[in-house]
DNA sequence: TAGATTGTTAATCGATTAACAATC
DNA sequence: TAGATTGTTAATCGATTAACAATC
């Protein structure tokens, strides 16, 4: 019996599902067993509404009158999103920011687990960093089909971030994480993000300029 | 005379205006004046119109038959997001993230600058990393009140991080770029940007998913 | 003038939400 | 049964885009 899932689904419902997961996990934390859509509207600012219908797009998964089960809930979402089992990253960059990352603990309780740690300085090759040891970047592309890597996180300088991404496709690693301000292209079938902390403070800048005109005028 | 501005902007709009400046500055870093919607187009992936249409909510910076001055149009969407000068932060957290971040040139090239970094631990306090000393958190609010920064940066550990919000509230900050995964709450007159990279991975994990189980059947 | 490209309209497309019957 | 809340419809709202007149 294979799943009903509608032909399309709008990529708007797709980025609100681990929203809506965030949300459960700390209800689950906090011992809750039930949630109602409204008080996940609370916890999420999305309407309730939305919700609803945003989760009946894969079936439904809740009781009238009584609401959604957390854990059952959880499990259907991790399900579609494909995060109900561990995925393994590779980490490249072992200085300051790809220590921080390395000793992240967000990735971990979430799905994803920092499988190998790369950097191309032979000074810090075999050093540890946390649990992890780091590795020559030449493995990458061994280590990363021997364990079937697709996700990567790029933690190294500017310059360098094209090089490092270029690997990883070679590697067949399919979702970048890029940490550096720099533009990296890469093949169709891979997706990049850039983690880009000036965009958001750039677009959040234009409601604070508003928000200071009218206080000034 | 005052500047003619509808009443109401998408959020859309708003949100791509910094990726236009982006390829812009690239443009003009690579010595182009003059670019086409059509050329926008292509280093955006945004749609040739909507560009042209998004650009029309704040005036027309452009000339028919020509295209766009590649100066004029940073210069004014600089304006309209109000990153025509420098911004001031404060960086709370002198780890290997807070180093991390307090070495990232990404700032400085786009309009803002961190002002200040600060540390609780007494051991750091006076310590240099890059050009900034460390200083102690309880100075915060005297310093961001005096050089009037808006803005701050949490990297500090997550059981820390409300701690850290609330001083920041406490001293004027407005917008809150936090990178624990510890969710964390502010008035209404402030903003917090959480960079929660596992958000974005669940989020494309759908996709890769969807990609391999068609591949693999 | 001929060619190119903007600014803008109007049509399409898609997402959001209120409302409510179904039902626990 | 009465109360509550889902799942779903239908209406609204808003954003995207094709098309083209204006014009450089």
């Given at each position: 019996m294979t799943e009903l899932v509608q032909e399309h689904i709008p990529q708007g419902v797709i980025e609100r599902l681990p929203t809506y997961l965030s949300a459960l996990l700390q209800l689950r934390h906090d011992g809750s067993s039930t949630a109602s859509s409204a008080q996940l509207s609370e916890l999420t600012d999305v309407n309730a509404a939305q919700i609803r219908r945003d989760l009946a797009y894969f079936g439904s998964f809740g009781k009238r009158g009584v609401g959604y089960d957390v854990g059952v809930l959880i499990e259907r979402i991790q399900r579609i999103l494909g995060s109900d089992h561990s995925h393994r990253i590779a980490l490249v960059g072992a200085g300051n920011l790809g220590s921080a990352i390395a000793s992240y603990d967000g990735f971990n309780a979430r799905?994803?687990?920092?499988?190998a740690l790369f950097d191309n300085d032979p000074g810090k090759v075999g050093s540890r960093v946390g649990d992890l040891v780091v590795r020559d970047i030449g493995d990458l592309a061994r280590l990363a089909k021997q364990q079937n890597i697709r996700f990567g996180v790029v933690a190294v300088p500017s310059d360098a971030a094209q090089d490092v991404v270029d690997a990883m496709v070679d590697a067949g690693i399919k979702v970048i994480l890029n940490y550096t301000p720099s533009h990296v292209t890469v093949p169709d079938d891979c997706r990049v993000h850039n983690t880009d902390p000036v965009r958001e403070l750039l677009h959040t800048l234009y409601y604070l300029s508003r928000a200071e005109a009218l206080a000034g005028a």
């Open positions: 799905g994803f687990q920092i499988a």
